[in-house]
């Protein structure tokens, strides 16, 4: 089973970007202990993607479909309440999705209690830091199994 993992804007600042928000560990701390954790625990394939720019996040959503992922984990950052785009993006390729935010979006700034993502995915974890990413790989794990059991 192959999971991709896609962070949006400005995560790759993770580390020294607002750490009382964040916290201190770099994306790159958090990308290699969810892979040890995929392959030690899960047996699962993991691929981690970072970009910036929006059509780059649609091409990797797109991607995953066509090279065979089961699910992905996606971490849209401000593309959460900006973008149709990447929404439709999800909701065409029809995998299983589960949206992760390091901090808890509805405690924050009025803006980013919305998700354009959260209705086209299986669910949302925010608010508990690097945490949400393994606890994302623990649903979506089972989830995709059952998929590929059932047929679906």
């Not at 790159?28 to 970072?50: F, G, K, N, P």
């Not at 991607?63 to 699910?71: I, P, T, Y």
């Not at 924050?108 to 209690?113: A, I, L």
């Amino acid at each position: 089973m192959k999971i991709l993992v896609i962070n949006g804007p400005n995560l790759n600042l993770l580390g020294t970007r607002e750490p009382e928000v964040y916290g201190h560990e770099t994306l790159d701390e958090i990308m290699q202990d969810l892979a040890r954790l995929a392959t030690a625990e899960h047996q699962v394939s993991l691929e981690c993607v970072q970009s910036n720019h929006e059509g780059d996040l649609i091409d990797q959503v797109h991607r995953a479909k066509d090279e065979g992922f089961s699910g992905i984990i996606i971490n849209p950052g401000g593309y959460t309440h900006t973008s149709i785009a990447l929404r439709d993006a999800i909701s065409g390729v029809a995998l299983p999705v589960v949206e992760v935010h390091l901090s808890n979006i509805h405690a924050r700034e009025e803006f980013r209690h919305f998700s354009f993502i959260a209705p086209v995915a299986l669910g949302q974890i925010c608010g508990f830091g690097s945490q949400g990413y393994r606890l994302a790989l623990q649903a979506l794990v089972p989830h995709c199994s059952k998929q590929g059991a059932d047929g679906l």
